[in-house]
Nanobody
Framework: VQLQASGGGLVQAGGSLRLSCAAS????????MGWFRQGPGKERELVAA???????NFADSVKGRFTISRNNAKNTVYLQMNSLKPEDTAVYYC????????????????????WGQGTQVTVSS
């Protein structure tokens, strides 16, 4: 079972990136999915989450700029990031879990069934 995150890179402020999280060895359509990020010297925080049925939630800091979507046929979740800011610089991690409330509550990594390896996003000013 593996979550493979990709799509990170270096981009100028105002630019866009799309992150992908591909699941293998499991059927992710039954799982809720989310993206977290951890910036330099900061705690890991939720960026966006999507239920198995497609409902979404976003951190206030990214609302209106980021969208999250999923393609169950491809076992993949996407994070489209537009109007990127230097403060979006972080390592982005995807996670999968059975309980959506865990994505929205206090962060506890042990509550999620699977984690991706992280992909670096760097936004230059």
């Amino acid at each position: 079972v593996q979550l493979q995150a990709s799509g990170g890179g270096l981009v100028q402020a105002g630019g866009s990136l799309r992150l992908s999280c591909a699941a293998s060895g499991l059927t992710s359509s039954n799982l809720h999915m989310g993206w977290f990020r951890q910036g330099p010297g900061k705690e890991r925080e939720l960026v966006a989450a999507i239920t198995s049925g497609g409902s979404t939630n976003f951190a206030d800091s990214v609302k209106g700029r980021f969208t999250i979507s999923r393609n169950n046929a491809k076992n993949t979740v996407y994070l489209q990031m537009n109007s990127l800011k230097p403060e979006d610089t972080a390592v982005y991690y995807c996670a999968a879990g059975r309980y959506y409330s865990y994505f929205l509550g206090s962060y506890d990594p042990s509550r999620f069934d699977y984690w991706g390896q992280g992909t670096q996003v760097t936004v230059s000013s």
